[in-house]
């Protein structure tokens, strides 16, 4: 399998992703709590498959 870097789009989109998963985590409990962990899960999936697909 060949691995390709993710487009710009995909890799901003992973970053804010996290940044709101952590923000959920630590401050704003009440608002992202709750998804806090999916919001890192799905920053993680898209980071992957921009990485194994090409052009994603």
């Not at 923000?23 to 992957?48: D, E, H, P």
């Amino acid at each position: 399998m060949r691995l390709t870097p993710p487009t710009k789009a995909v890799f901003w989109i992973s970053v804010i992703l996290v940044v709101l998963a952590v923000l959920g985590a630590t401050v704003l409990s009440s608002a992202l709590g709750a998804y806090a962990l999916w919001l890192a899960v799905a920053s993680a999936v898209l980071l992957i498959l921009g990485n194994a697909m090409k052009g994603f």
